[in-house]
């Protein structure tokens, strides 16, 4: 359960400086797909991270939620459709 613990700690780290990066990369270049993308990225990569969480503190419920949230990204990342909530 620790060494669980500890990879969450270093995906929400690394989730962090992705998303430093990302806004950083955002203010340089308003407006580009390319940005739109990574934004898709960066919310597909946070529902895993909270799925994970989710499913080591067994709130199964949150995890079922996100589970079919992640579904959605992932259908629309490929598509390049919109994310619907």
């Not at 995906?11 to 934004?39: C, F, P, Y």
Request: proline share 1%.
């Amino acid at each position: 359960n620790i060494e669980q613990f500890d990879a969450a700690k270093q995906l929400r780290e690394k989730l962090a400086e992705i998303e430093t990066e990302v806004t950083r990369q955002r203010e340089a270049k308003r407006g580009s797909s390319k940005n739109e993308a990574q934004d898709k990225s960066l919310n597909l990569l946070r529902a895993r991270a909270d799925l994970q969480n989710a499913i080591e503190s067994e709130n199964y419920a949150l995890a079922a939620e996100l589970r079919d949230t992640i579904s959605k990204l992932e259908v629309c990342q490929n598509l390049g459709a919109p994310v619907m909530s």
